[in-house]
């Protein structure tokens, strides 16, 4: 008994374990609060397309010793940029567009990747490695993520007003290019925030299932901010602990994670869940029987 | 004098660069005035509405919101438009409250935190439009005229100046539609201004002070509903058949000259 307790202590004992559950949490508060926003638009193609096109950014970055989070937002920018102009100029669909936008940046990426010595970092930024982050690289996603998060509750009510009701907030005056493009930047940020936690490939879900969670969970955004904080710090924290002992792939457990909680919240939400649902039929066909 | 509540001078538009579906109209408002806007399906009605609010920029022309450009009426919080169709998603996890909550938020501070006067204001919009039993509930879980009288809500605790109200009778019933003519008579009575389209011909003459009949992608004729209503206008406006077989005679109350 004593033993398997120590066993399960042990990863508490190292500083970089430590190290990695903080940032892993903060990136996984960061990454919900935005998903709530990212869901209900309906942009995690936009998410998903930013993510990967970050990949050449990073890559021109570490040429040029740059910081990494400078050519990963650069590039996440500039994708958007090239989304919205072909879109605008070209009778092809968003979807479309976004998607031959990412795929082609992230294919660039993954080019320039096999030109450079292989180096462990880059394919780092693939799938993430935050129980080995640097000094370094933990300062610059904490101030990623700190001023997309400080960004994201500035703006909070005017971004939800403008998600759901575009026509409104231009009327009472809101400068609604100006949301757009911030929802935009915002999200660029949190992305770059995410990329050593759960690198380019995985990030998508971290944007997507806090949120898709927590909707299935109430109908108030402000408890579905709570509910999706709540369960991205806890896939985090899990997902990190659990990935010390098969000794990596800790993006992928803190998705993997987060991924059961949405099962659990489909099959039991007390309102929309599946079960909820059936015996909510069940309960109606039986009234109007007996009525 | 001052300027009117809404001025529309010789505006022309198109909706992605096809056929004008807007030429030349022009529409002037004065303030404590309700106008009705009046034509068939298809004749602008909308369109007019949205070129006011500046979602369709004009080719031609410009509109002028007490004596300011569009643009500026609304940035101080001036003018309140409810659309004939609310495009938004009903599954969206907002309260009743909500909604009408962001009637007020172009005049919240930075944070946008409501005060206790626009929860006031919140609450009192609920109650005029009999939705405070509703206010709790998700916006999907409405009926369509329930949602109607929400989103009119929200508008109300807008507290604007100039209301644009694309057809607030359309699939409501008769006492709500009863209730809304009584409220248009409130505001207009407390200063407000009121655009407002409807397919109703006969009770125009029981709320409006002044109708506007569009046809043929213009503002045909507009004025006082006592002078403007007649059979041969209307024949004009509806394609050779009067809708109404009694042309106003009596309006619902003396139309003050101006
Ligand atoms: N989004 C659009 N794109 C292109 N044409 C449009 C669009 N919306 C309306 N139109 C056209 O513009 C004209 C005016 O339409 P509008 O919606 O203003 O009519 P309306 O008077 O409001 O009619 P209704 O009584 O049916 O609401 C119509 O001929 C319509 O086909
Ligand atoms: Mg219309």
Known sequence: MDALLTALLAPLGYDFMLRALLVSSLVGAVCAVLSCFITLKGWSLMGDAISHAVLPGVVLAYLMNLPFVVGAFASGLISVSAIGFIQSRSRVKEDTVIGVVFTALFSLGLVMISRVSSDVHLSHILFGDVLGISQDELWQTVIAGAAALAAILILRRDLLLYVFDPTHARSIGLNTGFLYAALLVILALTIVSALQTVGVILVVAMLITPGATAYLLTDRFSRMMGLAVATGVLSSLLGTYASYFLDGATGACIVLTQSVLFGLAFLFAPKHGQLARRRQQRLEREAELQG | ?258
């Open chain 2, 1 to 258: 004098m001052s300027a009117p509540a809404l001025d529309v001078q010789g505006v022309s538009v198109a909706y992605g660069g096809g056929r004008l579906a807007l030429r030349n109209a022009t529409l002037t408002l004065q303030p404590g005035r309700i106008c009705g806007l009046v034509g068939m399906n298809g004749a602008g009605k909308s369109t007019l509405f949205k070129t006011i609010m500046g979602f369709l920029p004009p080719l031609r022309g410009q509109v002028q919101v007490f004596g300011q450009p569009v643009r500026q009426a609304q940035k101080a919080g001036m003018i309140a438009y409810v659309p004939q169709t609310e495009d938004v998603d009903w599954d969206f996890p907002v309260s009743v409250r909500d909604v009408v909550t962001m009637g007020r938020q172009g005049r919240m501070g930075l944070l946008r935190r409501p005060s206790a006067a626009d929860r006031e204001a919140v609450q009192a919009a609920l109650a005029r439009v009999t939705m405070t039993d509703f206010a709790e509930r998700q916006i999907g879980e409405l009926s369509g005229g329930q949602r109607k009288r929400a989103f009119l809500a929200r508008a109300l605790a807008q507290d604007a100046r100039l209301l644009l109200l694309d057809e607030p009778f359309g699939g409501v019933d008769v006492g709500t539609s009863e209730d809304i003519t009584g409220l248009l008579r409130d505001l207009a009575r407390g200063g407000r201004s009121v655009l407002v389209s409807t397919h109703d011909l006969g009770a125009l003459e029981t709320f409006c002070d002044d109708v506007a009949l569009i046809e043929g992608r213009t503002v045909l004729t507009a004025g006082p509903t006592a002078q403007t209503l007649t059979a041969e206008n209307l024949a004009l406006t509806f394609g050779g058949r009067s809708p109404l077989h009694h042309p106003a005679r009596t309006p619902a109350r003396p139309t003050e000259v101006r």
